[in-house]
């Protein structure tokens, strides 16, 4: 099981950026792919983004796609989202996850969790 921490959220204004950060031990990270999900108040988990064990497949939800950036560092064992062009609706507690195999765009299968990190977008 993976051990996650994010990291980078904070309070931005709207058309602002941020980078978020997710240190993993303990696991094969290097060998699974990685995520991120968000959860707004009131509002049910989300699954925006997706990379693969090589870093060279992701996946975006379509709200996200084209402003976010997935990315990873597998020498430091690090995650990365990139978030530009932030807008108040993506005010969010934003999770780092990890599955258990290479390659995946589906929600299910991403088994371990961080505790998340607050991302404010004021308007």
């Known amino acids: 099981q993976a051990q996650l921490v994010e990291s980078g959220g904070g309070l931005v204004q709207a058309g602002g950026s941020l980078r978020l950060s997710c240190a993993a031990s303990g696991s094969n990270f290097r060998l699974n792919a990685m995520g991120w999900f968000r959860q707004a108040p009131g509002k049910e988990r989300e699954f925006i983004a997706a990379i693969d064990w090589l870093g060279r497949s992701t996946y975006f939800v379509d709200s996200v796609k084209g402003r976010f950036t997935i990315s990873r560092d597998n020498a430091k064992n690090t995650l990365y989202l990139q978030m530009n062009s932030l807008k108040p609706e993506d005010t969010a507690v934003y999770y780092c996850?990890?599955?258990?195999?290479?390659?995946?765009?589906?929600?299910?299968?991403?088994?371990?969790w961080g505790q998340g990190t607050q991302v404010t977008v004021s308007s």
């Open positions: 996850a990890a599955a258990n195999i290479p390659y995946t765009n589906r929600a299910r299968d991403f088994t371990s």
